[in-house]
T-cell receptor, first 115, second 111 residues
Framework: DTAVSQTPKYLVTQMGNDKSIKCEQN?????MYWYKQDSKKFLKIMFS???????INETVPNRFSPKSPDKAHLNLHINSLELGDSAVYFC??????????????FGQGTRLTVV | QQQVKQSPQSLIVQKGGISIINCAYE??????FPWYQQFPGKGPALLIA?????SEKKEGRFTISFNKSAKQFSLHIMDSQPGDSATYFC??????????FGKGTSLLVTP
């Protein structure tokens, strides 16, 4: 049973299109994240949700809109895709308890290629 | 700006050798320092983590050394094996909800 699963694994699309990436976790965690890994492998936080509430929104273009229908799901919708959006997007989850984080579990990633 | 600085960018070690990766941070509010290992085509996976009240933590062949006054921490991989070849990321967070990652170190362990 995959702890954090995201779909699709690969996504190739044309500039200007709108696409969504879905994420589900079965760990019972209260916090979910989207990270972006660029071509140089740098991992950067995009969004964080705690119990369906947005708590971190880094400097991300507003073409990116996360949605959390319940605390086990966090989807990422991207409008008007641009070449620079090509990257690997990782969903993650963790159980944030009091002082200090606990382990964040990552999905397998979605490789987005915009052509 | 980059909150966690990691070096070296790449590292080649012979089988059986010691791999050492270093990280430095500025934000003294950080209170959780994990290391993640990533294989090609996979998501990062937690390798080992430390909190600032401890100066060293060892799990098998992997050890984190933590120097709070210098705001530095490092990962030592003893008896490195070809199967350890991967990208390693240090990270830090401050009881918040996101990890600030270093830029990663690509480790190659040669037979």
């Amino acid at each position: 049973d995959t702890a954090v699963s995201q779909t699709p694994k690969y996504l190739v699309t044309q500039m200007g299109n709108d696409k969504s990436i879905k994420c589900e976790q079965n760990l019972g965690h209260d916090t979910m994240y989207w990270y972006k890994q660029d071509s140089k492998k740098f991992l950067k936080i995009m969004f964080s949700y705690n119990n369906k509430e947005l708590i971190i929104n880094e400097t991300v273009p507003n073409r990116f809109s996360p949605k959390s229908p319940d605390k086990a799901h966090l989807n990422l919708h991207i409008n008007s895709l641009e070449l620079g959006d090509s990257a690997v997007y990782f969903c993650a989850s963790s159980q944030v308890q009091g002082a200090g984080n606990t382990e964040a579990f990552f999905g397998q990633g979605t490789r987005l290629t915009v052509v | 700006q980059q909150q966690v600085k990691q070096s070296p960018q790449s590292l080649i070690v012979q089988k059986g050798g010691i791999s050492i990766i270093n990280c430095a941070y500025e934000n003294t509010a950080f209170d959780y320092f994990p290391w993640y290992q990533q294989f090609p085509g996979k998501g990062p996976a937690l390798l080992i983590a430390i909190r600032p009240d401890v100066s060293e933590k060892k799990e098998g062949r992997f050890t984190i050394s933590f120097n709070k006054s210098a705001k530095q921490f490092s990962l030592h991989i003893m008896d490195s094996q070809p199967g350890d070849s991967a990208t390693y990321f240090c990270a830090a967070s401050n009881s918040g909800y996101a990890l600030n990652f270093g830029k990663g170190t690509s480790l190659l362990v040669t037979p």
